[in-house]
């Protein structure tokens, strides 16, 4: 009896592993790696010699009033110059300026450092007509930022707050304590260079050979980046919290073999610019178990500048086992794509209370192709706005203010081959919105096992294409999908709330092929409302 127990203990034991394992739990980084949808390049966490440079032997005092901006670049010079180990940060306040990283170096804070980043100004410099990140390195290879200490910008001494974004309480407080106001009332800055920082920078257009001391005047406005690590090789984060950035906490650039791991990134949800974790132009990349708090985008892809012809400049990227709270978007594309993107999975994610879930987003201008996107097992609750999300008209007037379509070049936003699958989300204003161009339509993109519930359903203006197979749209929206100048669309086996009045409302001179199938639409008053010109061959109950 004894051994039967333990036997039928063993066997629960096993099954509940091998079940975990089946939803997407006890999968470890290499996992991901070895299972991508797509061939992946070389990720390996990079390797330092075993020697250990800790910054109190370099003069460093962690008393949170000490400035040991000096103390930990000698650190660092030291580490470098013996052949490269770990610079340690111990458990302490340490007040800094910029830190600048080196090859082969991995700077770990210990538990219990937290990194304080000064808010005096007149520490940081300006970087070729940007501000220069506060922790930064570039053109390296083997480097690292381990540990669970905490690294705080300042970034409240830098950002300006939109009154819109503000609760009445904090608005009122930041006013009291100083700043300026913009004139119209609706933005506050916390310095008088910040708020006329972009004007200043207008009047040094078209101006040649410019310095540091002509972008002087502008350098409360040009809020550094928190973190950025550009065009380097074996690339570690492991461990660290990045909170309170003056813009975009980590901005990876141009990295190969990259791992971003166990980061938290802690930035209010009205931080101006309050990007947490950008890959801008990275290839080989994994960004796994992390946890996000954003003023703006939470997750984000980019892509921007010269290309090699054929090749993505963001390419082979992973993003596994996140989540993100309180951010425009939990996965975001774009806007810049004019790089080209290719083979990214983002797979067991979950967002919570941001605007947007999965925000695909570019426009004329700034686009390029972005394909074989693969989204799966994606959870999702309380989105402000859209569940899933493309839009070719960031930032600009948006549809209704087109014109038609204009001539395509290497500019054009192109979305296409995007593969969503067990996709689920409870509460959003709006369940699918698929916005293409007149000359550029979203196209081939396919939407299986997806539930959503959402006030408004399933919008397409410009899409071709699109297959959804097990879509089930629980919405008091009296039409299920609304289809304007969209074809070839295939609709398998839909759900939807029993109040719908209409099935699908198809409009606009381009829509034909759409079909519908496995779907029981018999009780919907209309199941087709086509509008002014639209042929009734364009749609096909079967």
């Known amino acids: 009896?004894?051994?039967?127990?333990?036997?039928?203990?063993?066997?629960?034991?096993?099954l509940y592993f091998c079940s975990s394992v089946a939803f997407g739990q006890e999968r470890d980084m290499e996992y991901y790696i070895k299972n991508a949808p797509f061939k992946m390049g070389t990720i390996a966490a990079?390797?330092?010699?075993?020697?250990?440079?800790?910054i109190k032997d370099f003069g460093a005092v962690g008393d949170g009033q000490t400035l040991n901006t000096g103390a930990i670049a000698k650190a660092i010079a030291a580490c470098s110059a013996a052949g490269g180990g770990t610079v340690l940060i111990p458990a302490g306040l340490w007040l800094t300026g910029p830190i600048e990283l080196?090859?082969?170096?991995?700077?770990?804070?210990?538990?219990?450092?937290?990194i304080l980043f000064s808010a005096d100004h007149s520490l940081y410099s300006v970087m070729n007509g940007r501000g220069k990140p506060q922790l930064y390195g570039e053109k390296l290879e083997n480097v690292a930022i381990t540990g669970d200490g905490i690294y705080d910008g300042a970034g409240d001494t830098w950002r300006p707050l939109k009154k819109t974004k503000a609760a009445p309480t904090l608005w009122n407080d930041l006013v009291k304590s100083g700043g300026v106001l913009s004139k119209d009332g609706a933005m506050?800055?916390?310095?008088?260079?910040?708020?006329?920082?972009?004007?200043?920078?207008?009047?040094l257009k078209g101006k040649k050979d410019l310095t540091e001391a002509d972008y002087a005047p502008a350098k409360d406005f040009l809020r550094p980046i928190m973190v950025i690590?550009?065009?380097?090789?074996?690339v570690l984060i492991d461990g660290p919290t990045f909170k309170n950035s003056p813009n975009f906490a980590f901005n990876p650039k141009g990295c190969t073999n990259l791992i971003i791991r166990n980061v938290k990134i802690e930035n209010e949800y009205y931080a101006q610019n309050g990007d947490a974790i950008d890959l801008s132009t990275c290839k080989n990349a994994i960004v796994y178990h992390c946890t996000v708090h954003a003023g703006d985008d939470g997750i984000c892809m980019k892509s921007s500048g010269s290309k090699d012809k054929g090749t993505a400049a963001l390419e082979n990227v992973i993003i596994a086992e996140n989540i993100v709270y309180h951010a425009h978007g939990g996965f975001v594309v774009g806007s810049n794509t004019d790089g080209g993107m290719n083979n990214i999975w983002v797979t067991n994610n979950t967002f919570v209370n941001t605007d947007?879930?999965?925000?695909?987003?570019?426009?004329?201008?700034?686009?390029?192709l972005v394909h074989n996107v693969f989204i799966d097992h994606i959870y999702m609750h309380d989105i402000l706005n859209e569940a899933i999300l493309f839009s070719t008209y960031y930032e600009d007037a948006g549809p209704e203010g087109d014109k038609g379509p204009v001539a395509v070049d290497d500019k054009t936003p192109r979305f296409e081959d995007f593969h969503i699958s067990n996709v689920y989300c409870n509460n959003a204003k709006v369940a699918v919105s698929i916005v293409g161009l007149p000359e550029m339509p979203v196209s081939k993109i396919d939407l299986t096992d997806v539930t959503i519930s959402a006030t408004k359903a399933f919008s397409a203006l410009e899409a071709a294409d699109i297959t959804l197979k097990n879509v089930k749209i629980i919405s008091p929206d009296k039409t299920v999908y609304t289809l304007n100048n969209s074809r070839n669309i295939n609709i398998v086996n839909a759900g939807f709330d029993g109040a719908a009045t209409v099935f699908i409302a198809a409009d606009g001179p381009k829509t034909s092929g759409i079909t519908v199938t496995?779907?029981?639409?018999?009780?919907?008053?209309?199941?087709?409302?086509?509008?002014p010109g639209v042929p009734k061959s364009a749609v096909i109950i079967k």
């Open 188 to 203: 506050w800055w916390p310095t008088q260079q910040g708020m006329e920082g972009e004007a200043y920078l207008k009047t």
């Open 46 to 54: 990079p390797q330092f010699a075993d020697r250990t440079f800790n």
């Open 1 to 14: 009896m004894k051994n039967s127990k333990l036997n039928l203990l063993a066997l629960l034991t096993v």
């Open 518 to 531: 496995a779907t029981n639409v018999s009780k919907v008053q209309n199941a087709v409302k086509l509008g």
């Open 356 to 368: 947007v879930g999965i925000r695909i987003k570019s426009s004329r201008g700034r686009g390029g």
């Open 102 to 114: 080196k090859s082969n170096i991995n700077l770990h804070a210990d538990h219990g450092a937290l």
């Open 229 to 234: 690590v550009a065009n380097s090789k074996n």
